[in-house]
């Protein structure tokens, strides 16, 4: 166990569908990502999160919408995907904020969620 | 632009052998390095991290090599056994962004 879940653990869901992926950490960090990891490509940093602030957005699309309301629970809310969407969802949490590049960086993973979309 | 890769997406060795997994970064400005290891159905999992102040890194059975003239990487497993079998990830820690560049991974599979 790393102290990242991640809820649910398996998705389907149709392109006219409203979903959200769940993650909690229990580590006490002070950031939190998203990550999209799909068959044929490296892991794909989709959102950070930094204090609850949103710190980074790598172009993802807009049918993904990140919310943290906290610094111990991060959500992505999914609404009008792709089959293309279809992938495992990882989240993560480090200790330092991305922007503290002095100090040890370690990301800790949760399960991920698999989501296929129909 | 950014990018890590890795020189061998597959590896298969006979269990008890030693394992070595390579990993190539093109930011000679990257100072922090990471190995992970994804079993299936999990996510990645921290093995062992090194600075580039330093050369090589030990850990329990792992140890890191970072060559810094060539932007090297590689992971060493002693005495693979069963439970190595996953596919290993080196990450890099980019100095134009907030965050990790990931290699798309090499497969360890090993062989009884």
């Known amino acids: 166990e790393t102290g990242v879940t991640q809820t649910p653990r398996h998705l389907v869901m149709g392109m006219t569908n409203k979903k959200s992926l769940k993650c909690e950490q229990h580590l006490g960090h002070n950031a939190m990502y998203w990550y999209k990891q799909s068959a044929k490509k490296p892991l794909e940093l989709m959102f950070v999160?930094?204090?609850?602030?949103?710190?980074e957005n790598n172009s993802v699309p807009s049918r993904f919408s990140p919310e943290c309301p906290n610094s111990s629970h991060l959500f992505l809310h999914l609404h009008t995907l792709q089959p293309e969407d279809s992938a495992l969802y990882l989240c993560a949490s480090s200790q330092d904020t991305p922007q503290d590049r002095e100090a040890t960086d370690t990301q800790y993973f949760g399960p991920g969620t698999r989501l296929t979309v129909l | 632009g950014e990018s890590v890769g890795l020189h061998l997406p597959t590896l298969s060795v006979q269990e008890g052998d030693n394992s070595i997994i390579n990993c190539a970064y093109s930011?000679?400005?990257?100072?922090?390095f990471i190995w992970y290891k994804q079993e299936s159905g999990k996510g990645p999992q921290f093995i062992i991290d090194?600075?580039?102040?330093?050369d090589k890194r030990q850990g329990q059975r792992v140890t890191v090599l970072l060559n810094k003239t060539v932007k090297h990487l590689s992971l060493q497993i002693a005495a693979t056994q069963p439970g190595d079998s996953a596919v290993y990830f080196c990450a890099e820690n980019s100095p134009y962004g907030q965050n990790f560049v990931f290699g798309p991974g090499t497969r360890l599979s090993v062989l009884p």
């Open positions: 999160y930094s204090l609850e602030e949103r710190v």
């Open positions: 090194i600075r580039s102040n330093m």
């Open positions: 930011n000679s400005a990257s100072d922090y």
